[in-house]
Nanobody, 126 residues
Framework: QVQLVESGGGLVQAGGSLRLSCASS????????MGWFRQAPGKAREFVAGISMGGGSTHYADSVKRRFTISRDNAKNTVYLQMNSLKPEDTAVYYC???????????????????WGQGTQVTVSS
């Protein structure tokens, strides 16, 4: 069983930055693509960013491109989401997730992820 634990959320003013971290248990972290999703109140969970197992390939939702950066440190079993130029519409619970299949390219559909963290709240005030 894989456990994912997010941290780094909080309250920030518009234009500010936050860095989310997601620590994974298990020995196979480096074999799986990872992703970040978010869910705002009353809205469906949406894809934010994804990264390949080695970190060489990333992709983003259009709404966060050029503001957010996903990265990973396989030696620490951790994936990160650097969020800059935050907007009130970025307010949501942010979740990290591990891909269902090993050795895959970055994926973005929720059904392609098997394990999920408990989420961390990000609130951006105007």
């Amino acid at each position: 069983q894989v456990q994912l634990v997010e941290s780094g959320g909080g309250l920030v003013q518009a234009g500010g930055s936050l860095r989310l971290s997601c620590a994974s248990s298990g020995r196979t972290f480096s074999s799986f693509a990872m992703g970040w999703f978010r869910q705002a109140p009353g809205k469906a969970r949406e894809f934010v960013a994804g990264i390949s197992m080695g970190g060489g390939s990333t992709h983003y939702a259009d709404s966060v491109k050029r503001r957010f950066t996903i990265s990973r440190d396989n030696a620490k079993n951790t994936v990160y989401l650097q969020m800059n130029s935050l907007k009130p519409e970025d307010t949501a619970v942010y979740y990290c997730a591990r891909a269902r299949r090993p050795y895959s390219d970055p994926v973005r559909r929720a059904s392609e992820f098997e394990y999920w963290g408990q989420g961390t709240q990000v609130t951006v005030s105007s």
